[in-house]
């Protein structure tokens, strides 16, 4: 008899750490003691559910949640899809997916971004859905363009995607950014390359997926998302006041 | 030869960035786009135990304030139940525990509306003192910051706490109480986070 137990623990080897001088900004926002590693309680295995009163069909269609009737935004048309899993390779049904992301020329719908490209009056840049009992989720949207970031005089990002998961533990809460195959910024971002390990990157570059692409429509690219798995508790470990 | 093992690896973090309000809190950003943002109501109108408010600035290095944070909350109603299949019960319909914050974008003050929660069972045995976790994002913090409010008004609660006491140095586990004051007849726990410095907050790797 098992039943599921703790989450295993974050590879922090593998995730980026707090500070790292080539990304500035990361230098006065990183603790500079170590953490207190947590055994996992009630408070760490829970977290908030989400269902669909929360989100509404027409979330994760950016390409028409916010344009005018009849229009749409200028840019690539493209859908991004993929599952849900934990490390154990089960996926996560059920959970929110949020997403953001700049438009087609690189600028955010954002009070705080005075980037010269031009807002698009039919791109509002956001989205969010519930995966499906497979895990499985799917966005539409324009590519976001590259844009220019004050860290280095002349720094880009590659075009991205953020993405914000639950899972269904708070210990499972994870934001993260998605990038596109074969764009040549990812190599030299600094934001990017804050992560240490060429593989972990490389788990964040959605592949071209013709196979899921709508044919004279839309193009396709495939991003999976990883939470962290959890123990089946074959044997009690039960520390006295622990 | 040994076989492999076939775990997938979790998904590495990447900052929220800047603009974490367009995905997360798009009316912050200027926008309005949703039928309903989620998060802005954390205890429900029908909660049992004490309205309280929590306010707060987040503190970077140099100890400004940092004005483009992101905050969310996770917490157990006041009889200590999450809402949550695994919480330990049922909780009052319209609790959800969960919310979002901003910073604001001039002060760096952030606060939220919610009601003190109860006594969490603890790992194996005991119980856990009253607390709000805490997970903060924001740009320039690569992967999410975990931490805990505890209330300054539970001491005797706090010192029996199993995370408050594995935090070998006692001088730090003042950095996870919030203060409780009053104004206009409210009750406002003040919870100042310290990203660096010789008071950094606490934080946990959950």
């Known amino acids: 008899m098992t039943k599921p137990g703790e989450y295993y623990q974050r590879d922090r080897m593998w995730h980026p750490p707090a500070y790292d001088k080539d990304y500035k900004t990361s230098v006065t ?41 009849g229009q749409s935004p200028i840019g690539e048309r493209i859908i991004v899809h993929g599952r849900v ?24 719908r954002h009070k705080k971004d005075t980037y010269l490209a031009p807002i698009d009056p039919n791109f509002g840049g956001c989205g969010r859905t519930l995966t499906d009992e497979n895990g499985y989720y799917f966005f539409r949207t324009v590519k976001p363009g590259a844009y220019p970031w ?56 959605a592949a ?4 899921a692409s709508v044919p004279l429509d839309s193009i396709a690219y495939k991003f999976d998302i990883v939470l962290r798995g959890r123990r089946s508790t074959m044997f009690e470990n039960r520390l006295e006041g622990n | 030869m040994t076989q492999s093992l076939d775990y997938l690896k979790e998904t590495a973090s990447q900052t929220a960035g800047p603009y974490v309000h367009i995905g997360l809190a798009p009316g912050a950003a200027g926008f309005d786009i949703y039928r309903q943002e989620l998060g802005w109501d954390i205890a429900g109108p029908n909660a049992r135990g004490e309205r309280i408010r929590v306010e707060g600035i987040v503190i970077d ?16 109603n006041a009889d200590g139940i999450y809402a949550h299949p695994e919480g330990g019960g049922e909780v009052e319909e319209g609790f959800r525990g969960w919310g979002r914050v901003i910073t604001d974008f001039a002060t760096g003050e952030w606060g939220f509306d919610t009601v003190k929660p109860g006594c969490t069972r603890g790992r194996n045995v005991g119980t ?23 209330f300054e008004d539970e001491a005797e609660a706090n010192a029996a706490d199993p995370v408050l006491n594995l935090i070998e ?16 007849g409210q009750t406002v726990y003040r919870f100042d986070i310290r990203l660096q410095g010789e008071e950094e907050t606490v934080f946990f790797d959950i």
């Open chain 1, 29 to 69: 926002r990183s603790p500079q003691y170590s953490l207190i590693s947590l055994q996992n309680s009630v408070s760490e295995i829970t977290g908030p559910t989400f269902g669909h009163n929360d989100v509404d069909p027409l979330d994760n269609d950016l390409i028409k949640n916010y344009a005018q009737p």
């Open chain 1, 85 to 108: 899993l934990d490390e154990n390779g089960r996926p996560v049904p059920n959970t929110l997916v949020e997403v953001w992301q700049a438009n087609a020329g690189g600028r955010y």
């Open chain 1, 150 to 205: 004050r860290n280095w005089v002349n720094d880009w990002r590659p075009a991205h995607i953020h993405l914000s998961i639950f899972g269904h533990a708070f210990a499972q809460r994870l934001i993260t950014q998605m990038y596109f195959e074969g764009d040549p910024l990812i190599a030299t971002c600094p934001i990017v390359n804050t992560i240490r390990d060429k593989a972990a990157i490389g788990q964040l570059i």
């Open chain 1, 208 to 211: 071209l997926d013709k196979n």
């Open chain 2, 61 to 76: 290095g140099t100890g400004s304030p940092v004005k483009d944070v992101l905050l969310e909350a996770w917490q157990a």
């Open chain 2, 128 to 150: 856990q003192a009253p607390h709000i976790n805490l997970w903060i994002v924001a740009r320039g913090i690569n992967i999410g910051l975990n931490t805990r409010l505890y």
């Open chain 2, 169 to 184: 140095w006692e001088r730090r586990r003042a950095t996870l109480i919030a203060r409780r004051t009053e104004r206009d």
